[in-house]
């Protein structure tokens, strides 16, 4: 399997990806699990994070908890996406399982370091800012990193926390910038493919099929979700943005992009965190990111389904 570390923000399709992850044993090992201040203030996403995998049955995956705020700005959140607590719609326990201690950060680094060059692969699922840290911190560990596959951004769906920015990136754009700057190859799952992975009805109503603790939860998490989308976009459906990646990890095929130049807009105020991609390829800028495009959402939700029943 391969060696993950997710960057997460949970946040309720942050929460479906880390179940994915912790339900596909044979193609991902999940070293541990870095939370970051995104949808909702760190304490609650480092909560949510050990809610998740208690509901997995997966007390033993290491949580930390990470950086409290963007690199040089205020945190921004959404709470109008993802309720108060950043789960909102099922009612799960408190967790019982306590944070390891240390800073997620350092516990990127040592990782990185640990392991032979190359078998480490970072998922970042909300705001760049521990994985930027760890990468300023730490210069050493960029080439270690076996492939950064993160959510963010968007090219043709444009923006979804303003106009031109998706959230992940414009909530801390000079982090982003240090990431797609750092000379890795990145996988890039922005809202034009998160946006084909829509929870319908009929999707919905096969999660809760499931029948276990689980696939209730998941049905319940994508009902409170899909409010937003619904009402804002006129959207099908919750968009399962951060399963994506996950999904990628375990079936590549299932995604369509191309290899293209994205530089991350940090200046202006009105395109703030903007991903810039190259899509045509009408400069020489070299490319740096697999931008992905299309899904086959079909095989997207019979994966999703098939592995959260194995919970
Ligand atoms: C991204 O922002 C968050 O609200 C979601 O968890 C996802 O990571 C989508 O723009
Ligand atoms: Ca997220």
């Known amino acids: 399997p391969r060696k993950i570390i997710i960057d997460t923000d949970p946040g309720q399709d942050d929460a479906v990806a880390i179940l994915l992850a912790l339900a596909s044993p044979a193609e991902i090992e999940v070293l541990g699990i870095t939370a970051v201040a995104g949808n909702v203030p760190l304490e609650l996403t480092a909560k949510n994070a050990r809610i998740v995998c208690e509901l997995a049955g997966h007390t033993e995956i290491p ?9 040089n700005r205020p945190l921004i959140t959404a709470e109008h996406v993802h309720g108060k607590t950043g789960l909102d719609g099922p009612n799960l326990p408190d ?16 990782t990185l ?52 920015a998706e959230f992940n990136i414009h909530v801390d754009p000079e982090a982003a910038d240090i990431v797609f700057k750092s000379g890795k190859q990145i996988v890039v799952m922005p809202l034009d493919v998160t946006h084909k992975a829509l929870v319908t009805q009929s999707r919905n109503d096969a999660f809760r099929a499931i029948g276990s603790k689980v696939g209730i939860a998941v049905a319940e998490m994508t009902d409170f979700f899909e409010r937003f989308d619904k009402e804002k ?72 389904k098939d592995r959260l029943a194995q919970l």
């Open 63 to 71: 949580v930390y908890a990470g950086c409290d705020r963007p690199l």
């Open 95 to 110: 967790p019982q399982m306590q944070l390891t201690e240390g800073h997620a950060v350092d516990f990127i680094i040592d």
């Open 113 to 164: 370091r640990a392991h032979e060059p190359g078998t480490v692969t970072l998922c970042p699922l909300g705001p760049l800012t521990n994985i930027a840290t760890a990468f300023q911190k730490a210069p050493d560990v960029v080439d270690r990193v076996q492939e950064i596959v993160l959510m963010g951004g968007a090219y043709f769906e444009v923006g979804n926390i303003t106009p031109t």
């Open 233 to 304: 976009y006129g959207s099908a459906g919750a968009p399962l943005h951060d399963p994506c990646v996950t999904a990628y990890l375990i079936r590549p095929e299932l995604f369509k992009g191309r290899h293209v130049n994205v530089e991350i807009e940090t200046q202006s105020e009105l395109t703030l965190g903007m991903t810039v991609a190259d899509w045509w390829g009408v400069t020489d800028r070299p490319p740096n990111a697999m931008f992905m495009g299309d899904l086959d959402a079909d095989g997207f939700f019979a994966l999703l």
